[in-house]
């Protein structure tokens, strides 16, 4: 994840658990604007890359 405001990795690991099942870890660098969001299944992974994209996530546009 790119361009994020810098908030508890939490919220970004329910951001992806709406839509993604698999979805089971988030890990925000703090001060930083990036982090990592880590997925059990690999296709569903893909998919949240190509769908997650520019989408609006705690104000910003973010690049997945």
């Known amino acids: 994840?790119?361009?994020?405001?810098?908030?508890?990795?939490?919220?970004?690991?329910?951001?992806f658990k709406k839509e993604y099942d698999s979805a089971f870890s988030a890990n925000i660098i703090v001060?930083?604007?990036y982090g990592f969001v880590k997925f059990s299944d690999r296709n569903e992974a893909q998919k949240a890359m190509?769908?997650?994209?520019?989408?609006?996530?705690?104000?910003r546009r973010i690049k997945v």
């Open 1 to 15: 994840l790119e361009k994020l405001a810098t908030r508890a990795p939490q919220t970004a690991l329910e951001f």
């Open 31 to 33: 001060g930083k604007g």
């Open 50 to 59: 190509q769908e997650m994209s520019n989408q609006l996530f705690q104000g």
